[in-house]
């Protein structure tokens, strides 16, 4: 009796001890590369038998970034307590089956990772591939009060092994015919390390008592009713926690390439009112939400059609433009990919337009790509200066900004990071340290932090709120002020139309799109 407890206790032991257990086992079991449908299934039916006593998966995803464009998620890694990884190649089969997809919906199977919202944001993004039930490691990190909140920080403190994060390897191509056996280590080890460290979270939490005399289902059943409130929450990091030297950052917008359309955009759904008029177009997404709400009943499957069960009290359009189906392509150059909607009436002019003067349908947001969504901004600052002329409105100088010392900090750290990951091969340990401090200054963080992550991030700022922003918005305000006046709001539309014409030249132009519209 004696010597079982001794045993027992033993085997307690290397589970509880960080840097014993690395010594015991630091590689995945086995690793599934999965490249079809079929393969998906079947390891679908592995997760589900081995999430029936503890009901936890490490998760984590890779993708290939282009000239600073995130491309659709590439490999999603999935991984269990009992040390099976499955690597499943999304670039080769962009779809899950139900069986697979069922678990990863299922919230009562908890998924772990750092930045797991992000994972689960992509996928719904890129796949509509629904992740429920996920937990991000930092938050319990945070309970166990450990400073670490990277991977590789808490593999390191908690299981006492070091994560390869070379950046060849994070920056390598995931949609490769053939992944190297480096990349698969990588990727399996970045999802299974995931569900050791809650392991060793969960002993941080319980009881010398209840570790020593609960079963392994007992401890898991008793830990996570305590963090719930945690599930399905973006970690959010409160960086200042009462510090009053604590200093905030810069007021910059930053647009990341997540808001960049992968997929297509228009479902081209119809939604028709009650007599069966045909009044839009719609997504899918709209076409369920009312059905779901008892608003409407589906009339017809392809295409997609809804027909309200209230008589809709709407202005009748002129034209049937608002009930034409759209192409999933740039309307400038026929990109399939990376899709921005472009307002051919600036924004900053939109925001004062009255109600009673905007049209409901999408005829002035159209579909283009993201290198003629770049150029077309450019070209804006021509059309704004045209009805500023036209308004004689003083136009305050845009080139005034850089006169603001943050705004120069700004660019030259866009101007650092871009030099980082362009010239890493380049530069030397000495050099590439030099820069990391000097943006690690400009956003009060510390050298070790600024990871490729963060400098991909840090390029894709586009827009900074200046000093001036007010000025800027009042001569904008006036601009529409004056065509209210002379009652011209018709006029104001066709320019921005015909600028957008001339400047881009547009090859795809929706049906019936016209610079005289006036839906």
């Known amino acids: 009796m004696l010597f079982s407890i ?130 991000d490691l930092r938050y319990l990190a945070k309970e166990c009060c450990l400073k670490e909140r990277s991977l590789a ?67 898991w059943d008793s830990f996570i009713v305590k963090y719930l409130k945690y599930k399905d929450q973006p970690y959010k990091n409160i960086r200042a926690n009462g510090n009053a030297n604590f200093k905030s950052k810069s007021t910059v917008r930053s647009y990341s390439t997540s808001t960049i359309k992968t997929t297509k955009v228009y479902d081209n759904c119809l939604m028709e009112n009650v007599d069966g ?73 939109v925001r004062y337009i009255p109600t009673e003067y905007k049209s409901h349908t999408s005829h002035d947001t159209l579909l283009i790509c993201h290198f003629c969504f770049i150029k077309s901004n450019a070209f804006d600052l021509t059309l704004r200066k045209k009805l500023f002329e036209k308004c004689q409105i003083h136009e305050l100088n845009p080139h005034d900004s850089q006169m603001n010392p943050t705004h120069m900090k700004i660019i030259k750290s866009k101007n650092l990071a871009k030099t980082l990951l362009n010239c890493r091969d380049k530069l030397s340990d000495n050099t590439r340290n030099k820069l990391k401090l000097e943006i690690a200054k400009t956003y009060n963080i510390k050298p070790d932090r600024v990871f490729d992550t963060f400098l991909e991030t840090l390029i894709t700022i586009k827009y900074l709120k200046y000093e001036n922003y007010k000025q800027h918005s009042s001569a904008a305000e006036k601009v529409v002020k004056h065509f209210l006046e002379q009652n011209a709001m018709n006029e104001l539309k066709a320019m921005c139309r015909q600028h957008f014409l001339d400047a881009m030249k547009p090859k795809h132009l929706p049906h019936l799109w016209s610079v005289t519209y006036d839906g």
Request: glycine content about 4%.
């Open 6 to 135: 001794i045993k027992l206790m033993m085997i307690k032991a290397f589970s509880k001890i960080p840097l014993i257990r690395s010594l015991l086992k630091l590689r995945v079991k086995q690793i599934d590369i999965v490249d079809s449908v079929e393969q998906c299934e079947r390891i679908a039916v592995k997760f589900e038998k081995s999430c029936t006593c503890i009901p936890v998966l490490g998760l984590d995803c890779e993708w290939v970034n282009q000239n600073g464009i995130r491309k659709p998620v590439a490999l999603l890694q999935i991984a269990d307590g009992n040390g099976m990884c499955s690597l499943i190649r999304l670039s080769k089969f962009k779809t899950i089956p139900p069986s697979l997809s069922n678990i990863l919906s299922n919230s009562d199977v908890i998924k772990v990772g750092v930045a797991i919202s992000d994972d689960a944001y992509f996928l719904m993004n890129d796949y509509n591939i629904q992740i429920s039930g996920y937990i």
């Open 153 to 219: 920080a808490l593999a390191h403190k908690l299981l006492g092994c070091e994560l390869d994060k070379d950046w060849r390897v994070r920056a390598s191509d995931w949609e490769a015919e053939l992944l190297s056996d480096r990349q698969t280590e990588y990727a399996a080890l970045d999802a299974y390390v995931a569900v050791e460290i809650l392991k060793q979270l969960i002993n941080k939490k319980i009881s010398w008592w209840d570790w020593l005399f609960l079963t392994d289902k007992q401890q």
């Open 277 to 349: 008029t045909t009044m839009s177009t719609c997504s899918n997404k709209k076409i369920d939400w009312y059905i779901s709400q008892g608003l409407a009943k589906l009339v017809n499957d392809n295409p997609r059609t809804i027909r309200l069960n209230f008589p809709a009290d709407i202005k009748k359009p002129k034209d049937n433009f608002s009930v034409l189906p759209r192409e999933n392509i740039c309307i400038v150059c026929g990109s399939c990919e990376y899709f921005h909607k472009k307002n051919i009436i600036p924004k900053e002019f």
